[in-house]
Structure formats: structure tokens, C-alpha cells
């Protein structure tokens, strides 16, 4: 699979990574090279069988549905860039 | 006397107990070591305040009499784990200045065991890297130099300040993590065992997610018997992580024999591969001539998917890391670069552009695209349907033999800069990614040196839970192999 330089442009988007127009052609050319070398998996036979979903066999614990946790307003936010009025502050989304 | 930063962990432990040193003389001698080895960039954050504050209580519990199993073993904690109150990057610009407001689970267990915290340990950015130079904060060096070259070696990834630090005697053990053999590799680069438990036994709570159903935390150490006592520590159910085994934990270091009679190992012939140094394949051969002298049934077995398990990876990684590293976004925490005028979407773009490496933002586009609509069952789906083949490999041969063993790397240590291809890169981790992919516990020992000086690895992996058996082979292979090569510096 070539990998052309739309769709870097577009995947790059996706995972919401700026890139600049220079790193375009490079990086559909290494992404290429990885992606055709992943490409052999196509030709394992793998008719009638699922996927993995579990590595090791086991199950999700039930616990008591009760508040285990919270009231910590200042640890949640004491890593924040910008932390205003008890709340996370970001640039303005509505025109 | 031997200098206390020498000495094995289970050695400190006797000396401790006899008195014949303080647990705050062992950390001043590690945090001696610590200032005199800056130049191998081993440490992002070194604390020493911490680490003597924490001797100091070693040594009252050691007059007390209630010491706990690790009180005053002065060990690095690899910088994926969240410590309170000390910085953690996981080797990311990212993460720059980002103090935990919580403990990992599996550092936290070490601490409550007496461990003392030397320090925040390099690593490859958020884990991705088989040779610490995609680390934000420089690259680690190996302690080892190859023959007379005066060429500065890579320690190994993605735990290569855990492997630097504990071959160049800074500290006595370290905690590692491994998603496709980030302990065993480094490990084995170094000449320090490294064991990687089955998915489940650690738990993952408080570690930077990389790939969350591979990766598994694990203890780095100077011997086989030093990581079966930190791995008793480190196991164990935490109901804080959904994926963590609620099994007993034994005590791995007291169970301990080294014995192989009656135990059969397999040789899986796929991992022969074409081209193979031929100084690899002799050390093979020698620890299958030492498993037999130690009375084990040599089986050779097939694991026909072998040579599938690196493509299947490199899409089941970074598809997991593409959704687990969304969370860096600039709002909760870490780095935020906002463009003048910019809009929220403008400052995601620009935070992770400037904020991620060449690698993990390489990774995050790899599954991002393998995830993408239109390609999903392609790549995705095919891969964890290959991934079921590979587990359904090991499941078989376990018909045929209790343990198997392998080279850790296909190579020794390398210089920075020769493998600038990142597909070459990622062919280093051809025998550590199948039993990472099974989730099986698996342990590189050191076993032997390269032509030109450099040390060399075996792996041994089990079936699920088995790490005693994994230990007891690592261990037999420890005392025929009697590796006491260290490194110049």
C-alpha cells in the first residue's frame, strides 16, 4: 500500500498532529516502507478465526457501585496549563 | 570488601540484616555512583532527598525488626511509572513538568516493601524504541565499550536508563517495562537479567499507557535470584486495573531451585533465522548444552506464525498507542502550544507537533491509519486474528515442553545512529514480540559475550504464570554460564 501525500495530510489531521508541508513527502515515503512490509499479514489464512480479544483468559471484576474517589478539585487540576475559576480553561471554541 | 554498590540485592539484604552497613551508607555509596556516572544520562530526575529520607526509615525498621522484604534496596523506577510528587515524563517533551498527584501501583508496592527511589530512570519517548534515542531528555549510553572502539553503544530500549543504571552499579535493581521486549532486550545489551511477567501479574495502574493489552511492568537486576525477589514485590491483584489477575502471588525467590531435571525445553526451530550471526547460534547451542547437563529433555518445536508476530505488532502497538496518547492534548495537563488567534483545534495540532518526537508521532500515524475507516478489518482485525495464531503456536508446543529457549536480540548493542531505518529498528525485537503478543512471561539472562566483548542474552519463555519455572531456567542458565564480565565504566 503507497501511501500518497493527501492521505498523510488527511491521517495527520485525524490524529490531530500539525505537520509541516516539508515533512509531507517524507513521511508518506517511510509510512509506505512500514505499511508494505506490514502488508504480509494478508497472506496468512485466517478464515474462521477471531480475533484476539483477551491475551490472558479472564474476566471483569463487579464491585460495589458506590464513589470510591473524588473531592480532589485541586489535584485534578494542579497540572493544568491553564486553570481558572476551578475549571480547565482552552482557547475559544465558538466564533 | 567488595564496594557496597557491587553487591546483589539478596547481598544487601544479608549485609543490611547483619549490620555490617547502614541502609543510608547503601544509598550514599548509590548516590555516589549516581553524580559519578551523569555522563550515561541515566536519570531524567534524580532524589536524593527522597532516597535518604527512605534509607533512614529502612534503617529504623531494620532496628525495630519489623524491616520489610526490600527495606533499603536502593532501586531506579523507570519514568513511565507515576511517582507523587516527582516528576514523570515517560522520556516525552510532552509530559515536561508534569508531577503525579498519585503512586503507580507497582511503585508503590516497592516502596511499601522498603525500597528506596534513587531516581526517575531514561527512557525511549512513552516506550517506543529498541535504543533510548527517541528519549526527549537525550540518549542513555551503555557503561560497555565494544574490543579497543571508543564508539558509545546504545543500552537497548525502551528501558535503557533501568539497563545502564543497573550494569554501571548506580543502582541494585530497577523497575523496567516491556511491550515487545523493552526489558528483555536492554537486558540483554547489558548484561543484567530482566524478566517480564504474563500480562496480568503487574499491575498497570499509574504506568503512561503505551499499548495497553501488552504492556506489562517488570524487575531489571544484576541476578536471576534479584529479580524473583522485586518481582514478588511488584505482582499482585489491584482492582484499580481491569486487566490485573486476581491469582496468588508466590514467593518467587524462596521457590527458587535452578532445577531442570525432568523439565523439557523446547527449541523453536523458527526462530533460526536466515543470515543469523553465527556467534548468536553458538550461544544458543551452548544453553541448550547446559539445559541438558542440568537434566533437562531437549524437544525441538514449531511456531509456524513466528514470522508474522513483528508485522502483527506494528499495527496492534500504535493502533493502541494512537488511541492511548489522544489524551495528550494540551487542556488536563503537559505541554500546550497555542497559535496566536488560534482555536482549540489549531492548539491540538500544535501542542502534539511540538510535543511528540519523530517516532511516536510516526507511530500514532501508523494507527491512526490502520484504524481508519475503510481499512480497519484489513489491518486491524487481520492483526488480532494473527495474533490469535501466534497465542494458539505457544498453546501447542506447551503440549510438547514446559519452557522454551531463545536469543534475546538477534544482535549485541549497537551504535547510535546504525539503525536509522526504522523498519530496521523494529526487526531487533523479532524474538521478544511473539511471547509479548501471547502475553507469556519470558526473561533474557546473560549468558555469554560477543566477539568483540560485548554481552549477549538467552530467553527463556513459559507458559501463563509459570515465572517460577522461567526463573528456575533463567537461573540454571546463570550458574553454567558464570558471566562476571562487567563493564569499564
Same mark, same amino acid.
Given at each position: 500500500?503507497? !501511501?500518497?501525500?493527501? &492521505?498523510?495530510?488527511?491521517?495527520?489531521? %485525524? #490524529?490531530?498532529?500539525?505537520?509541516?508541508?516539508? @515533512?509531507?513527502?517524507?513521511?508518506?515515503?517511510?509510512?509506505?516502507?512500514?505499511?508494505?512490509?506490514?502488508?504480509?499479514?494478508?497472506?496468512?489464512?485466517?478464515?474462521? !478465526?477471531?480475533?484476539? &480479544?483477551?491475551?490472558?483468559?479472564?474476566? %471483569? #471484576?463487579?464491585?460495589?457501585?458506590?464513589?470510591? @474517589?473524588?473531592?480532589?478539585?485541586?489535584?485534578?487540576?494542579?497540572?493544568?496549563?491553564?486553570?481558572?475559576?476551578?475549571?480547565?480553561?482552552?482557547?475559544?471554541?465558538?466564533? | 570488601?567488595?564496594?557496597?554498590?557491587?553487591?546483589?540485592?539478596?547481598?544487601?539484604?544479608?549485609?543490611?540484616?547483619?549490620?555490617?552497613?547502614?541502609?543510608?551508607?547503601?544509598?550514599?555509596?548509590?548516590?555516589?555512583?549516581?553524580?559519578?556516572?551523569?555522563?550515561?544520562?541515566?536519570?531524567?530526575?534524580?532524589?536524593?532527598?527522597?532516597?535518604?529520607?527512605?534509607?533512614?526509615?529502612?534503617?529504623?525498621?531494620?532496628?525495630?525488626?519489623?524491616?520489610?522484604?526490600?527495606?533499603?534496596?536502593?532501586?531506579?523506577?523507570?519514568?513511565?511509572?507515576?511517582?507523587?510528587?516527582?516528576?514523570?515524563?515517560?522520556?516525552?517533551?510532552?509530559?515536561?513538568?508534569?508531577?503525579?498527584?498519585?503512586?503507580?501501583?507497582?511503585?508503590?508496592?516497592?516502596?511499601?516493601?522498603?525500597?528506596?527511589?534513587?531516581?526517575?530512570?531514561?527512557?525511549?519517548?512513552?516506550?517506543?524504541?529498541?535504543?533510548?534515542?527517541?528519549?526527549?531528555?537525550?540518549?542513555?549510553?551503555?557503561?560497555?565499550?565494544?574490543?579497543?572502539?571508543?564508539?558509545?553503544?546504545?543500552?537497548?530500549?525502551?528501558?535503557?536508563?533501568?539497563?545502564?543504571?543497573?550494569?554501571?552499579?548506580?543502582?541494585?535493581?530497577?523497575?523496567?517495562?516491556?511491550?515487545?521486549?523493552?526489558?528483555?532486550?536492554?537486558?540483554?545489551?547489558?548484561?543484567?537479567?530482566?524478566?517480564?511477567?504474563?500480562?496480568?501479574?503487574?499491575?498497570?495502574?499509574?504506568?503512561?499507557?503505551?499499548?495497553?493489552?501488552?504492556?506489562?511492568?517488570?524487575?531489571?537486576?544484576?541476578?536471576?535470584?534479584?529479580?524473583?525477589?522485586?518481582?514478588?514485590?511488584?505482582?499482585?491483584?489491584?482492582?484499580?486495573?481491569?486487566?490485573?489477575?486476581?491469582?496468588?502471588?508466590?514467593?518467587?525467590?524462596?521457590?527458587?531451585?535452578?532445577?531442570?531435571?525432568?523439565?523439557?525445553?523446547?527449541?523453536?526451530?523458527?526462530?533460526?533465522?536466515?543470515?543469523?550471526?553465527?556467534?548468536?547460534?553458538?550461544?544458543?547451542?551452548?544453553?541448550?548444552?547446559?539445559?541438558?547437563?542440568?537434566?533437562?529433555?531437549?524437544?525441538?518445536?514449531?511456531?509456524?506464525?513466528?514470522?508474522?508476530?513483528?508485522?502483527?505488532?506494528?499495527?496492534?502497538?500504535?493502533?493502541?498507542?494512537?488511541?492511548?496518547?489522544?489524551?495528550?492534548?494540551?487542556?488536563?495537563?503537559?505541554?500546550?502550544?497555542?497559535?496566536?488567534?488560534?482555536?482549540?483545534?489549531?492548539?491540538?495540532?500544535?501542542?502534539?507537533?511540538?510535543?511528540?518526537?519523530?517516532?511516536?508521532?510516526?507511530?500514532?500515524?501508523?494507527?491512526?491509519?490502520?484504524?481508519?475507516?475503510?481499512?480497519?478489518?484489513?489491518?486491524?482485525?487481520?492483526?488480532?486474528?494473527?495474533?490469535?495464531?501466534?497465542?494458539?503456536?505457544?498453546?501447542?508446543?506447551?503440549?510438547?515442553?514446559?519452557?522454551?529457549?531463545?536469543?534475546?536480540?538477534?544482535?549485541?548493542?549497537?551504535?547510535?545512529?546504525?539503525?536509522?531505518?526504522?523498519?530496521?529498528?523494529?526487526?531487533?525485537?523479532?524474538?521478544?514480540?511473539?511471547?509479548?503478543?501471547?502475553?507469556?512471561?519470558?526473561?533474557?539472562?546473560?549468558?555469554?559475550?560477543?566477539?568483540?566483548?560485548?554481552?549477549?542474552?538467552?530467553?527463556?519463555?513459559?507458559?501463563?504464570?509459570?515465572?517460577?519455572?522461567?526463573?528456575?531456567?533463567?537461573?540454571?542458565?546463570?550458574?553454567?554460564?558464570?558471566?562476571?564480565?562487567?563493564?569499564?565504566?
Amino acid at each position: 500500500m503507497s !501511501v500518497d501525500e493527501p &492521505t498523510v495530510r488527511k491521517i495527520a489531521r %485525524l #490524529a490531530r498532529i500539525g505537520i509541516a508541508d516539508d @515533512d509531507v513527502a517524507p513521511l508518506a515515503g517511510e509510512l509506505s516502507a512500514i505499511l508494505g512490509w506490514i502488508e504480509q499479514l494478508g497472506e496468512v489464512d485466517t478464515a474462521g !478465526v477471531a480475533p484476539m &480479544t483477551a491475551v490472558i483468559p479472564n474476566h %471483569l #471484576a463487579w464491585r460495589v457501585d458506590q464513589v470510591t @474517589d473524588g473531592d480532589v478539585q485541586a489535584k485534578v487540576l494542579a497540572n493544568a496549563p491553564d486553570a481558572t475559576s476551578g475549571f480547565f480553561a482552552v482557547p475559544k471554541v465558538i466564533e | 570488601m567488595t564496594a557496597l554498590t557491587d553487591l546483589t540485592i539478596a547481598g544487601m539484604k544479608a549485609g543490611l540484616a547483619a549490620r555490617d552497613f547502614s541502609a543510608v551508607e547503601l544509598t550514599d555509596a548509590h548516590l555516589a555512583a549516581m553524580e559519578a556516572a551523569r555522563g550515561l544520562n541515566a536519570f531524567i530526575v534524580e532524589t536524593p532527598d527522597i532516597a535518604r529520607a527512605q534509607a533512614a526509615a529502612a534503617d529504623a525498621a531494620l532496628a525495630r525488626g519489623d524491616a520489610r522484604p526490600l527495606a533499603g534496596i536502593p532501586l531506579g523506577i523507570k519514568d513511565l511509572f507515576c511517582t507523587e510528587g516527582v516528576q514523570t515524563t515517560a522520556g516525552s517533551k510532552i509530559l515536561q513538568g508534569f508531577i503525579p498527584q498519585y503512586e503507580s501501583t507497582v511503585s508503590g508496592k516497592l516502596l511499601a516493601d522498603g525500597a528506596v527511589m534513587l531516581g526517575k530512570l531514561n527512557m525511549d519517548e512513552f516506550a517506543m524504541g529498541s535504543s533510548n534515542e527517541t528519549s526527549a531528555y537525550g540518549r542513555v549510553i551503555s557503561p560497555w565499550k565494544a574490543g579497543d572502539s571508543n564508539r558509545e553503544l546504545v543500552p537497548g530500549g525502551s528501558s535503557g536508563g533501568s539497563a545502564s543504571a543497573v550494569a554501571a552499579r548506580i543502582a541494585a535493581g530497577a523497575t523496567g517495562t516491556d511491550t515487545g521486549g523493552s526489558i528483555r532486550q536492554p537486558a540483554a545489551f547489558v548484561g543484567i537479567s530482566g524478566i517480564k511477567p504474563t500480562y496480568g501479574r503487574c499491575s498497570r495502574w499509574g504506568v503512561v499507557a503505551f499499548a495497553s493489552s501488552l504492556d506489562q511492568a517488570g524487575p531489571m537486576a544484576r541476578s536471576v535470584a534479584d529479580c524473583a525477589l522485586m518481582l514478588t514485590s511488584m505482582c499482585g491483584y489491584d482492582a484499580k486495573d481491569s486487566t490485573s489477575l486476581n491469582v496468588p502471588v508466590p514467593d518467587f525467590a524462596a521457590g527458587l531451585t535452578g532445577d531442570m531435571r525432568g523439565r523439557r525445553i523446547g527449541i523453536p526451530r523458527e526462530y533460526r533465522l536466515d543470515g543469523m550471526d553465527p556467534t548468536i547460534i553458538a550461544l544458543w547451542e551452548q544453553g541448550i548444552a547446559w539445559m541438558k547437563d542440568a537434566g533437562a529433555e531437549i524437544v525441538e518445536v514449531s511456531l509456524p506464525h513466528t514470522k508474522y508476530a513483528l508485522p502483527a505488532y506494528y499495527i496492534i502497538a500504535p493502533a493502541e498507542a494512537s488511541s492511548n496518547l489522544a489524551r495528550y492534548d494540551g487542556v488536563r495537563y503537559g505541554l500546550r502550544v497555542t497559535p496566536p488567534g488560534g482555536n482549540l483545534a489549531d492548539m491540538y495540532s500544535a501542542t502534539r507537533a511540538a510535543g511528540f518526537g519523530t517516532e511516536v508521532k510516526r507511530r500514532i500515524m501508523i494507527g491512526t491509519y490502520v484504524l481508519s475507516a475503510g481499512f480497519y478489518d484489513a489491518y486491524y482485525t487481520q492483526a488480532q486474528k494473527v495474533r490469535t495464531l501466534i497465542a494458539r503456536d505457544f498453546e501447542r508446543a506447551w503440549e510438547q515442553c514446559d519452557l522454551l529457549l531463545t536469543p534475546t536480540a538477534p544482535s549485541a548493542a549497537f551504535a547510535f545512529g546504525d539503525k536509522a531505518d526504522p523498519l530496521e529498528m523494529y526487526l531487533n525485537d523479532v524474538f521478544t514480540v511473539p511471547s509479548s503478543l501471547a502475553g507469556l512471561p519470558a526473561m533474557s539472562v546473560p549468558a555469554g559475550l560477543s566477539a568483540d566483548g560485548l554481552p549477549l542474552g538467552l530467553q527463556i519463555i513459559g507458559r501463563p504464570l509459570d515465572e517460577a519455572g522461567v526463573l528456575d531456567a533463567g537461573l540454571a542458565i546463570e550458574r553454567a554460564a558464570g558471566f562476571t564480565a562487567r563493564p569499564g565504566r
